[in-house]
């Protein structure tokens, strides 16, 4: 087809919640987690060294929709709400005449944090009232048990956007986020042991990562649902996929099971797939450095929908069929918890080349990483390349200086907050 005579194309965002790059086959894991996804890679491009602004689940969501860093859309733990003077992927589609919808049962990623804005329906499986949402919970957990199936929503969700697509007269753009790969104890029974080998019995770390691998292979499996079902509609060679996540996880190293705690590699490293046969080459792999507010201006610029590329701190990944000029660093934050203590109070920064990081912490207890010698990050040589380290820390701070700095609104010298 003629880039003149090109059809609107429908736009899907899929994020796995938590989903680490190391733990997608088609980034050379060793378990088959990803046979859907790989194949979603092998038809389009793969990004090998794409990483998540932040470490935890509004900031990083905000920014894969609005293409900002948290320091200027201001969505964090510290104000979680996304400003309604930012501009999203969403509502730049809706003004393009796109159906706009989002499935997602996570709280952080809601109507109350303003992520809901510019999507025409928004489905949470939850309620706002908190007795509502827990009495619904319980009544879907009873009929799931019933019919002896259980997830964290992926077959609600995935079922919900069928029924959306299916109703579709115009081009849509549809989000889809999965949230099993946090809540791996509600995996349907098949996967409750798809990966459990005798060897990890009695190894809670080890079948920590058997369950996490096995809420990956059962969202993949949720995922082929959705491919199998653009087939049959024709849809699939005119949608845009985006497959990416939000973060990482720890799964035991630094002694947590978490995420959100600090900026490390396992924290940051995600997977990013998108296909498209029309626009996107087939089995390309991009080895630049790519973040995830690099999604929402690849998405708009593929779709050739109109958007104020300069205002932005992502760029278009991909134009053209082309891959583009990747960024000569990377950079992350994360931001203090309300009411918490120790290391979860302070705010950390970090930035990054393809060689070295460096992260800044509010208590000055700062980090250098050579990433030639130690791309795990696990040995911190601030001292003994400490003229390295003030560099990239002089770097991160004029790159700050040149960004504008969101400012909570407040009320009566109170930030203005969620409810």
């Known amino acids: 087809m003629s880039e003149a005579k090109r059809q609107p194309l429908n736009l899907l965002l899929i994020v796995i919640d938590g989903l680490r790059a190391d733990h997608v086959s088609a980034y050379g894991y060793a378990r088959a987690t990803t046979p859907v996804i790989d194949g979603l890679a092998r038809e389009g491009v793969r990004a090998t ?54 499935f997602c049962t996570h709280s952080e990623v809601s109507v109350e944090t303003g992520l809901g804005r510019g999507f025409d329906a928004f489905y949470t499986q ?74 990890h019995a009695g190894d809670a770390a080890a079948q920590r990562v058997d369950s996490y691998d096995a809420a990956i292979r059962y969202v993949d499996e949720r995922i082929g649902d959705v ?33 959100g705690a600090d900026l490390g590699h ?48 992502g760029q278009a990944f991909i134009e053209e069929g082309r891959a583009t000029m990747q960024r000569p660093f990377a ?24 060689r070295e990081k460096f992260v800044w912490r509010s208590n000055e207890a700062n980090e250098y990483f050579d990433l030639h010698e130690d791309p795990m990050e696990r040995y911190n040589v601030i001292e003994a390349e400490a003229e390295r380290a003030d560099l990239l820390r002089r770097q991160m701070f004029d790159f700050l200086a040149g960004v504008e700095i969101f400012e909570a609104p407040t009320v009566t010298g109170q930030a203005v907050r969620a409810v």
């Open 49 to 102: 060294q794409a990483y998540a602004s932040a470490p935890s689940t509004l900031p990083a969501h905000a920014s894969l929709f609005t293409g900002l860093y948290a320091v200027t859309h201001g969505a964090t733990s510290e104000h979680p709400m996304l400003s309604p003077a930012v501009p999203t992927l969403a509502g730049l589609a809706k003004a393009a005449g796109y159906r706009t919808a989002a």
């Open 331 to 354: 950079f992350a934050e994360r931001f203090r918890q309300e009411g918490a203590s120790s290391e979860h109070a302070l705010r950390s920064r970090a930035l990054w080349t393809r």
């Open 266 to 313: 396992d924290a940051l490293h995600i997977p990013l797939i998108a296909r498209c046969p029309q626009i996107v080459p087939q089995g390309f792999v991009l080895d630049g450095l790519l973040q995830s507010i690099d999604v929402a201006p690849t998405m708009l610029a593929l779709a050739r929908l109109p958007y104020e590329a300069a205002s932005l701190h």
């Open 227 to 259: 491919v199998q079902f653009l087939s049959a509609r024709g849809d699939l060679d005119r949608t845009l996929i985006v497959v990416t996540s939000d973060h990482g996880i720890h799964l035991g190293a630094k002694t947590r099971v978490d995420h």
């Open 126 to 199: 939850r309620y706002r009232s908190r007795l509502a949402t827990r009495a619904a919970h319980l009544g879907r957990r009873a009929a799931d048990r019933l019919l002896k199936r259980s997830d964290a929503g992926a077959r609600r969700s995935v079922n919900a956007l069928r029924r959306w697509v299916s109703e579709a007269t115009q081009p849509y753009f549809a989000f889809v986020h999965f949230d099993d790969t946090r809540c791996t104890t509600e995996l349907p029974p098949l996967y409750q042991h798809f990966f459990a080998t005798p060897a």
